[in-house]
């Protein structure tokens, strides 16, 4: 086993390139429409409530195994105890089938950026027949992961922080630029309702309250990029000095402001224009397209932010890959450069299957999901949770809480202030929550 030898060069660049890994499609893309299709405000309450019991505790798991290591994910892990390599192994399987729906959105994403410059009318059937198309969507796929793989062939500080760096807050701005104005459209307190005024009398059923609380850990874990080893490699980058537990809650805090916002954005629109919050995952993809086309420049304004979203995209994407390259490189005598293009080309084939799932070839299916929703199934309700309950296990019992204090607090040169709270959750709550909301909504799909 060896250790990395890269590290961040900055405090600021870590937090960069660690919130721009948490951040990405996940806020902009599927944060609104997951809203949407579990009933709105109940499901972001619950999301919340996942965020401190879930994500918080894992998040400050997974950096302090990566620093304490200082080794890819499952090397990391094996380093905590032996015969636990695996629970950071989740991550590689994970990440194929995050970046199999992934680069397909990402595709789109470049699709819409090209289509603001070239003023291509974007209605709202516009989604839909282009997503159905064989062709053209797998081309910008294959860039976006070309894109991908060579911002990670530049390396850790090189590639991934600097571009973090500068990206991240631009869109933080246009963001919030597009919110304010999706405020003030016609009707659009309907949508701001929805999104903040929880309604639990549209629960009728206990089915229907699993399915969103399902949907509410498998989100908590998808947009902060746990469960899979991203965080542990990235700790595994940082200096011994790093206050992980205030790195911590700065990365969980940008993360949920920007769903929040994006939330805020999109749903109200979808009111003011009169779509259905229900639509799935076309949902940015139609309802933004309508914004942009009432704005005056909404062109400029459109390219601009799809470009954001590329860029968030990238931001996370890049992380993906970087767990997988970072392991192979670790274990083969393969250079960085050739084993992105190994993991890339691999990718490349699952996500062209997932693309033409959409609509091409809609028979690609398992179940009643098409591939694409599959993957994105598997990764963000099965592997990650899964992959999340075994590092609350490592942490909490294998490792054991005086462990890992002593590497949360930097052997004892700072204070955890949350050590108890953070004993409960990593070794009763967490755990418990995940087993009992996996177990039974699998029971529920499987009957
Ligand atoms: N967190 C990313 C997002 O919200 C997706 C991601 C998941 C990235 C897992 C890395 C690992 O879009």
């Not at 294959?142 to 390396?155: D, E, H, P, S, Y």
């Not at 999706?182 to 005024?197: M, Q, R, S, Y």
Request: glycine share 10%; aromatic share 14%.
């Amino acid at each position: 086993m060896k250790a990395n030898k890269e590290q961040w060069s900055s405090k600021f660049g870590f937090i960069m390139a660690a919130a721009g890994s948490a951040i990405g499609l996940g806020n902009l893309w599927k944060f609104p429409y997951i809203t949407g299709t579990s009933g709105g405000a109940v499901f972001v309450v619950i999301y919340i409530v996942f965020l401190l019991l879930l994500g918080i505790p894992i998040l400050l798991s997974e950096l302090a195994i990566g620093r304490y290591a200082g080794m890819n994910a499952i090397d990391s892990c094996a380093r905590v105890h032996p015969k636990w390599g695996f629970a950071g192994a989740f991550g590689i399987i994970g990440a194929f089938g995050v970046m199999a729906s992934y680069s397909v959105v990402g595709g789109w994403v470049i699709k819409y950026i090209i289509n603001s410059f070239t003023d291509t009318g974007m209605g709202a059937d516009y989604f839909t027949e282009y997503s159905a198309k064989s062709f053209e969507p797998i081309l910008w796929m294959a860039l976006f992961l070309i894109i991908t793989c060579a911002i990670v062939t530049g390396g850790v500080a090189n590639g991934i922080e600097k571009v973090s760096s500068v990206l991240l807050p631009i869109l933080i701005v246009f963001l919030v630029g597009i919110m304010i104005y999706c405020l003030t459209l016609p009707n659009a307190i309907e949508g701001v309702k929805f999104f903040l005024i929880p309604d639990f009398s549209e629960i009728t059923s206990v089915s229907d309250f699993m399915h969103i609380l399902f949907n509410a850990m498998g989100q908590v874990f998808f947009s902060l990029s746990l469960g899979m080893g991203t965080l542990i490699t990235y700790g595994s980058y940082l200096p011994k000095d790093n206050n992980l537990a205030a790195s911590t809650v700065i990365i969980v805090t940008l993360d949920t402001i920007i769903a929040i916002i994006s939330g805020l954005a999109i749903l109200p629109a979808v009111f003011s224009f009169g779509f259905e919050p229900t639509e799935g995952f076309g949902l940015i993809f139609k309802t933004l397209p309508a914004v942009f086309s009432r704005m005056s420049g909404g062109t400029i304004i459109a390219a601009a932010f799809f470009i954001l979203v590329l860029f968030a995209a990238l931001t996370s994407s890049i992380s993906l890959l970087e767990v997988i390259v970072s392991w192979v490189c670790s274990k083969t005598k393969l250079t960085r450069l050739k084993a992105a293009i190994a993991v890339t080309s691999v990718i490349f084939i699952t996500s062209c299957f997932a693309s033409l799932s959409v609509g091409a070839i809609p028979d690609i299916r398992i179940g009643s999901m098409s591939l694409f929703e599959f993957f994105s199934f598997f990764s963000d309700k099965i592997i990650m949770p899964l992959g999340g309950f075994f590092i609350c296990i490592l942490t909490g019992y294998v490792w054991g809480i005086n462990n890992a204090a002593k590497e949360i607090s930097n052997d004892g040169k700072l204070k955890f202030t949350m050590r108890r709270l953070f004993s409960f959750a990593i070794r009763y709550a967490a755990p418990l929550l995940i087993a009992v909301i996996f177990v039974s909504s699998i029971i529920s799909i499987v009957q």
